[in-house]
């Protein structure tokens, strides 16, 4: 209503109006940005800094962080920080368990979403069903849907997995390699290249989150 009142102004001789409308504008656009409701799918394979980014992403945006490694341990009566090494696609890491992990992890971010509440996703994502699953989910709820994927050259995901103590993730090198032989293209997520600090890729994910803002504003 401002901006439509400076316009007016403007449009009767006012030219000082023109700068009060533009001002007034952008505070409008400022509180959309803060009220918008998003669903940020944060993925890649083990090692790539995937938790820490999503982690550092939902700290940053004031979201709700939703660990698909965490939810499947509380799905089988695991505390978190629960070792429990299989073998790939097996046990705890089959095609059943981990649908029901997925399926788990969709349902409370629908339900999140539905309140309002942005939410943050930390799982691989490598399978294209999960994610159109998301996908779906977000038109549904009239959530901006943000993917991303992380990403380090191999050897780095390495190191990392070789010094990995504690955590919610069970993967290990091997296991990394077999999920990256199973991955889903996925063309419609950012990159973010995870191979230096965490602080760099959250960086280029909220560049994205701006990019995707401003497109929709304009």
């Known amino acids: ?34 009220g918008t409701v998003r669903m940020i799918l944060v993925g890649g394979l083990p090692g790539a800094g995937k938790s820490t980014v999503a982690g550092l992403a939902a700290d940053r945006l004031g ?23 299989q073998p790939y696609g097996q046990g705890l890491y089959d095609a059943e368990h981990t649908t029901q992990t997925y399926d788990e992890l969709l349902r409370r971010a629908a339900r999140l979403l ?22 779906s989910i977000a038109e549904r709820v009239h959530a ?8 380090a050259p191999a050897q780095v995901r390495q190191t990392r997995l070789d010094a990995r103590r504690g955590g919610f993730s069970d993967a290990h090198a091997h296991i990394a ?14 990159r973010l290249n995870n191979s230096g600090t965490s602080e760099q890729a959250l960086r280029q994910l909220l560049e994205r989150i701006e990019d995707v803002d401003r497109v929709s504003f304009e």
């Open 1 to 34: 209503m401002r901006v439509k009142v400076e316009c007016l102004r403007y449009a009767q001789g006012d030219t000082s109006a023109a700068a009060d409308a533009g001002a007034y504008a952008e505070i409008a656009v400022r509180h959309l940005q803060a």
């Open 63 to 85: 979201a709700v962080l939703l660990s698909a490694d965490r939810l499947r341990k509380e799905l089988n009566g695991l505390t978190p920080l629960a070792r429990s090494p």
């Open 114 to 135: 539905g309140h309002g509440e942005s939410v943050v996703l930390d799982a691989s994502w490598v399978s294209a069903k999960f994610r159109s699953a998301a996908a």
């Open 144 to 151: 901006r849907l943000i993917e991303t994927k992380c990403w």
């Open 177 to 190: 390699q077999k999920m990256a032989n199973d991955t889903d293209p996925w063309p419609s997520a950012i």
